[in-house]
């Protein structure tokens, strides 16, 4: 089962709202990277977090590793319509080699005009 | 640089057939993984390989399941004597390490009938 979890499974935002999306883990990360899914399309590699505290930006979209490497989140703020999409947090177990990242059920967005 | 790359993209095969799927990875990429993905999921890990050796497995697949990458270029996923339950999509992607981003195909469709 997942072992990642992502709260809200799914979020409706008006365009130009904010939201925040999370993911916590049960075990300490060594790393955790984000993703964006368009509907009937593959993952794409949003960003990656390695450090506790961490905290990156990337335009509108706000990414933020948490102090105990246990969990992550991903704001957005002026949603707009190309935020559609699934956003999954994909995490790498600190006692897990490379490779064997754990994805979360994602959260689905859905933005209204 | 024409991304990752898999075939079939779509397979429709009867319970009990054997079905192979190939990803091509981005060719300066040494890390490659395969993944499964059914609706409203994000991405479950399967195994993983670094050049031509599988260094991650899950526990989750079956002895019904391998993956070669015998020249650490491309990679098969083989399925034998299939179940309903292994239709989904099945994902490839490639990686260099530093930054390590993944890079996903656009997937293999498998219904089994």
């Known amino acids: 089962g997942q072992q990642v979890m992502q709260i809200p499974q799914y979020q409706h935002v008006q365009e130009g709202e904010d939201f925040t999306t999370y993911c916590n883990s049960s075990?300490?990360?060594?790393?955790i990277q984000w993703y964006k899914q368009r509907p009937g399309g593959h993952p794409v590699f949003l960003i990656q977090?390695?450090?506790?505290?961490e905290v990156k930006k990337q335009k509108r979209l706000t990414f933020q590793f948490g102090e105990a490497k246990k969990n992550s989140s991903l704001h957005i703020t002026a949603t707009q319509t190309t935020d559609v999409g699934t956003y999954f947090c994909?995490?790498?177990?600190?006692?897990?080699?490379?490779?064997?990242?754990?994805f979360g059920a994602g959260t689905q967005v859905v933005v209204t005009p | 640089d024409t991304g990752v790359s898999q075939n079939p993209r779509h397979k429709i095969t009867k319970r009990g057939q054997n079905v192979t799927f190939r990803c091509d990875p981005i060719?300066?990429?040494?890390?490659l993984y395969w993944y499964r993905q059914t609706l409203g999921q994000g991405p479950e890990f399967l195994t993983y390989?670094?050049?031509?050796?599988?260094?991650?497995k899950s526990r989750l697949l079956s002895d019904r399941f391998s993956a070669e990458r015998p020249k650490g270029s491309f990679s098969t996923l083989e399925i034998q004597r299939t179940e309903q339950g292994d239709s989904a999509m099945y994902l490839c992607?490639?990686?260099?390490?530093?930054?390590?981003?993944?890079?996903f195909g656009p997937g293999t469709r498998l219904t089994v009938l």
């Open positions: 390989f670094q050049n031509e050796a599988q260094l991650e």
């Open positions: 060719s300066e990429h040494n890390r």
């Open positions: 075990t300490t990360l060594s790393n």
């Open positions: 994909a995490g790498l177990r600190e006692t897990d080699s490379w490779g064997k990242f754990q």
């Open positions: 977090l390695v450090k506790s505290g």
């Open positions: 992607a490639s990686s260099a390490p530093f930054p390590d981003t993944q890079y």
